[in-house]
């Protein structure tokens, strides 16, 4: 299935000039979901993975599927103060200033093998702070999965040898 | 499995005095997960669901799951701001001033058996804001799923007739 053509491109949001990967269209379209997930699953055959960690909130869905499917754990990456409990904290640059993201800090044990998951990659910083998190506390960051890739923001220059896997690109805005 | 003993209490938080039922150690465990996402499946049996709707953000982790395993699409429903497209809104209350919520205009079709999902169930303030928005929409709301409910904040006073599971319940605070 050529899932591209389930997501909407919705012109000036959030703002003037962005045309916005509207992936809504896809998760509410059973058999494009299946096909999105059955897909990503393909681009990791053969990789032993221990847990997903899905990235707020939009990497929350598919990060929670394919832990279902692996039958793995889950391990939610969230914006400052939603985590209750004992947390580790990575900062990103943003366009101007900069965000944060944290993990518990029990969420990973040495050594497991961990598949971050998010919706889209555009410049790579959630990402890259993400992978920073969860090698803080020991895991193994054995690649990063995501829907879309927006290729010409050049995450993957961010990204350095990290495992990248997107199922729809775009290469220019 | 009793996914009770899998939720972790934080004491204070978000604020002093209150107890957080953290479902991160829950899916963080494979099993545990699974077990979950089957006992929602049963609590539901032979009820026909044509979508599954996730209330962001934690929301979406157990929509995404069931829609994927009843093979049916995903909508998300939405803090304002968030959701690119024509929406629609509905306010809440909470304890003090109000929220909102939305989705998008065309994310259900009339007649459409919907099933609405979130971890938690508290005062049901952002359930019954989100089965009116697709109710607004000509959708048929055929139930209310929860992993966790706070018996003791009467949820169910607000939620008139629909028909409401949850896997845990908490009698007292």
Known sequence: MDLKKKIRNVPDFPRQGIGFKDITT???DAAALRSAVRQMRARFAGISVDKIAGIESRGFIFAAILAYTYQVGMIPVRKPGKLPYSTINEDYDLE?????LQIHSDAVQKGERI?????LLATGGTVAASARLIERLGGIV???CFLVELDFLNAREKLGNYRIESLVHYKSE
């Open 26 to 28: 896809l998760i509410g």
């Open 115 to 119: 598949l971050i998951v998010d919706d």
């Open 96 to 100: 101007y200033g900069s965000g944060s």
């Open 142 to 144: 054995v690649g990063c």
